[in-house]
């Protein structure tokens, strides 16, 4: 498997998953529970828990897509050996 592959894929799940974040905090400030969220948006509860805690400290917006996912890479800037 081609490392380049894995990165557009990592890509597109978080295209996939801002979406999920946003309606289930919609649902959760309009009233509706955290079991029933899971079930409508079709994630677990833990993940449902998580959202809902960087929602209520941070706002909205804290649920945004990060610009890039997972850690990071392992070059560095580093000055070639003379």
Do not use: I, Y
């Amino acid at each position: 498997m081609c490392s380049f592959e894995g990165a557009m894929n990592n890509e597109q799940r978080l295209l996939e998953l801002e979406p999920r974040r946003q309606r289930a905090a919609r649902l959760l400030s309009s009233g509706v529970k955290q079991a029933e969220v899971t079930r409508r948006v079709g994630v677990t509860r833990t993940s449902v828990a998580r959202w809902e805690k960087v929602r209520q400290q941070n706002g909205l917006d804290a649920l945004r897509s990060p610009e890039r996912f997972g850690r990071p890479g392992s070059s560095t800037m580093r000055s070639a050996p003379s």
